[in-house]
């Protein structure tokens, strides 16, 4: 048989098959060919004695809290409250489609936002991320939020206090996980779970995490980062370098863009900020 472990704690997996879960262990011989199984992976196991036998190859990966096979990331974004940063934006957007998982945007706490001219800018921002083929949503209206789950393993990420759990918890009333105003939070940095635990929703898997701490470019190079600059792609054949860092080379189409409007001055600077700290 085959299911998918929906929950690890210490040794015990839950795996969920079918319309059943199933406490398991995992077989002894994993420890010694250090076989870690995670929250996310298929696993096929002998049914009569509860035990996990093996362990389907995984598509990515995703530390602190583990978890595999993850299909999609929600990246959380609140407009205030926290402040809206571009820069955690794209640096988030930049190492979810490094480790081959799609992310999607979803701004909260619009109404937080008074002026007219905040508005403006959040829905500029809004536009463009669309434009370079990223699904953005906001937290308010979810009747197209909740199509995107069907069938596919899901986490959300986002700095605390953007409103994850909040989210959660309006997608499905029972849920009801644990709330914080951000002056009460845990505060950043204390992510407690080592395990993410999944939740079925919507038709599909949703991870219940406090947002991943290790969402860092470890293990990138500064290629890997501009290549995850979705929108540079487009453009970057007229570069007259091949390899073309889009720094301080002669003749950058990426530069180029950037002047023309083309490419948002705030995704260039971040980009800049991201490889000259490599
Ligand atoms: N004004 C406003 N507050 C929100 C919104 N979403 C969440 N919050 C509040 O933000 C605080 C943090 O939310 P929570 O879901 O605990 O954030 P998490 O740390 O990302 O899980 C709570 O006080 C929520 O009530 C929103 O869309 N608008
Ligand atoms: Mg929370
Ligand atoms: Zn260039």
């Known amino acids: ?43 096929e196991f002998d049914i009569g004695d ?12 995703l530390i602190r809290p583990s978890i595999c096979n993850v299909d999609q990331a929600v990246i959380l974004m609140s407009v205030k409250e926290p402040e809206f940063s571009s820069l955690l934006l794209d640096k988030m957007l930049t190492i979810i489609d490094y480790n081959n998982v799609k992310p999607i945007i979803c701004f909260t706490k619009f109404d937080l936002l008074k002026a007219d001219n905040d508005k403006k800018l959040i829905r500029n921002y809004i536009k463009y991320y669309e434009k370079i083929g990223y699904q953005v949503f906001t937290n308010r209206y979810l009747f197209w939020l909740k199509r995107i789950f069907k069938n596919k393993l899901s986490v959300f990420t986002g ?56 969402l860092e470019f470890t293990g990138m190079s500064k290629e890997d980062i501009r290549d995850n600059f979705v929108e540079f792609n487009k453009y970057k054949d007229n570069c007259e370098y091949r390899n073309c860092l889009h720094l301080n080379e002669n003749n950058c189409e990426i530069k180029r863009m950037v002047d023309k409007n083309q490419i948002l001055l705030s995704r260039y600077q971040n980009y800049i900020k991201f490889i000259t700290s490599k």
């Not at 210490?10 to 870690?36: H, P, Q, S, T």
């Not at 206090?161 to 950043?188: E, M």
């Open 50 to 61: 509860k035990v996990i036998t093996n362990i389907e190859n995984r598509k990515n990966e």
């Open 1 to 43: 048989m085959k299911g998918i472990i929906i929950k690890i704690i210490n040794d015990n997996y839950y795996v969920k098959y079918e319309k059943n879960i199933l406490l398991c262990k995992a077989r002894g011989k994993f420890r010694k060919d250090n076989i870690n199984p995670l929250v996310g992976d298929v696993a």
């Open 159 to 214: 700095q605390s206090g953007v409103g994850k759990s909040s989210l959660l918890n309006k997608i499905d009333k029972k849920l009801n996980l644990k709330t914080a105003p951000i002056s009460a939070s845990l505060g950043r940095g204390k992510h407690t779970t080592r395990h993410a635990e999944l939740l079925e929703l919507c038709g599909g898997l949703i991870a219940d995490t406090p947002g991943f701490s290790a």
